[in-house]
């Protein structure tokens, strides 16, 4: 049973990658708990494996002391010489007790344990594994689906693409190969449960370094990206070199490059935009393929204001606004996108406007002056009647008086 046993683990540590140093340790405690629990539950006492020859034996520690207090844990210095000669006082004290029958429980520990730790070893290995590889590209095969999630095999495992990480509208089929982006890794009762996408941005990155070896080797620098899975995404990049063209490296000879990323998101439309420092110009950028004329930027309120040419209005705020919502997301700028007709018709409205104004202006300033006149006319006329009044007042009176 001993060299069935070595031999076992020497499998397992070169076919499964376990350590056997770790195996050895796992059937020593569950040797251990076999012990107590059918011979002697003692707290003092261990199990060991021979590494080399893989006999299992059971041993008990004494401290060694002149007088005994607990007979269980304690033997005096007469008695532990009888055992070991040259022990000495406050040492300890081990004594072989493996039963005779022991051999059988071993075995069938040894088994048990095997099995346990093989699994568990196993999990820890693929959660150490993938728990570095978040945010990498793997390629699995689909698997099975339940419910709404697809499991995708890996190959020493399986992962989870669910729901809301798929691409809308894509039905892979059972045993297509596929890609997909890493994106967490957790521990659970069950072993290590690895969550993928297809929708995530980081999956058209990774992709695009794949495909771009000026990316990996830093020449060209990504820096950023945003998606509408299924529809349509955008990657800002810039080049490190000014010989070599970021744009056209992405595209590749003949948008071989792009192509292929294109295809492995299933025909997802792809704008590579070349990233600037400048805001007006990156905005500019952002929103390609449309032509833009002119961009007036608050910098206050992060606003964007852009006009186009009449005929590129719709292309630049795309379907149901997708174009713009994608350039707004990777400039990090709210954008309000107008047409240039728009601008002219609001310019003529004002000037309209400030017409209106003034005429209406120069009416009230003339009717003003107009009362203004007439109050003085009536102003006149009633002076000149109260003098005609008083006049013939003190001519009548004067009548009077003669006539007296």
Do not use: C
Request: aromatic share 4%.
């Amino acid at each position: 049973m001993n060299e069935e046993l070595l031999a076992a683990l020497d499998s397992i540590e070169k076919e499964r990658g376990i350590d056997k140093e770790i195996l050895f340790e796992a059937i020593e405690v569950a040797l251990m708990s076999a012990y107590k629990r059918n011979f002697n539950n003692v707290t003092n006492a261990k199990a060991e494996i021979n590494r080399d020859t893989g006999e299992m034996k059971v041993f008990r520690s004494y401290d060694v002391v002149e007088e005994v207090n607990n007979p269980q844990t304690e033997m005096n210095i007469e008695e532990a010489r009888n055992y070991d000669p040259e022990i000495n006082l406050e040492e300890v004290l081990e004594i072989e007790v493996t039963p005779k029958d022991f051999g059988r429980i071993a075995a069938q520990t040894a088994k048990q344990v095997v099995i346990q730790r093989i699994r568990e070893a196993e999990r820890e290995i693929v959660y150490e594994e993938y728990v570095d590889r978040v945010t990498e590209v793997v390629t699995g095969v689909v698997q099975r689906f339940e419910q709404k999630n697809i499991f995708i095999d890996l190959g020493r495992t399986e992962a989870i693409l669910p729901p809301e990480e798929q691409i809308p509208y894509e039905r892979p089929k059972q045993g297509e190969r596929i890609k997909v982006y890493i994106l967490d890794v957790q521990k659970t009762t069950k072993g290590p449960q690895i969550i993928v996408s297809r929708a995530h941005p980081g999956l058209m990155k990774r992709l695009f370094e794949m495909e771009v070896p000026e990316i990996y080797d830093g020449i060209i620098e990504v820096k950023g990206t945003v998606r509408e899975p299924g529809h349509r995404s955008k990657i800002a990049v810039i080049s490190t070199n000014k010989d070599v063209d970021s744009v056209g490296s992405l595209v590749g000879p003949k948008g071989t490059r792009v192509q292929s990323v294109t295809n492995e998101l299933r025909g997802e439309k792809i704008d590579i935009i070349q990233w600037s420092e400048n805001p007006e110009e990156f905005i500019k950028n952002s929103l390609s393929p449309a032509r833009v004329s002119s961009v007036n930027i608050d910098h206050e309120n992060n606003h964007a204001q852009v006009i186009v040419p009449d005929n590129q209005l719709s292309l630049a705020i795309g379907r149901e606004g997708q174009n713009a919502r994608l350039a707004a997301k990777i400039s990090g700028w709210k954008i309000d996108i107008i047409s240039e007709s728009q601008v002219e018709e609001f310019e003529d409205n004002n000037t309209s406007s400030e017409a209106e104004e003034e005429d209406l202006i120069d009416k009230e300033v003339k009717e003003s002056l107009k009362n203004s006149s007439t109050d003085h006319s009536n102003s006149e006329e009633e002076e000149q009647s109260e003098k005609l009044t008083e006049n013939n007042v003190e001519k009548e009176e004067n009548e009077v008086d003669q006539t007296s």
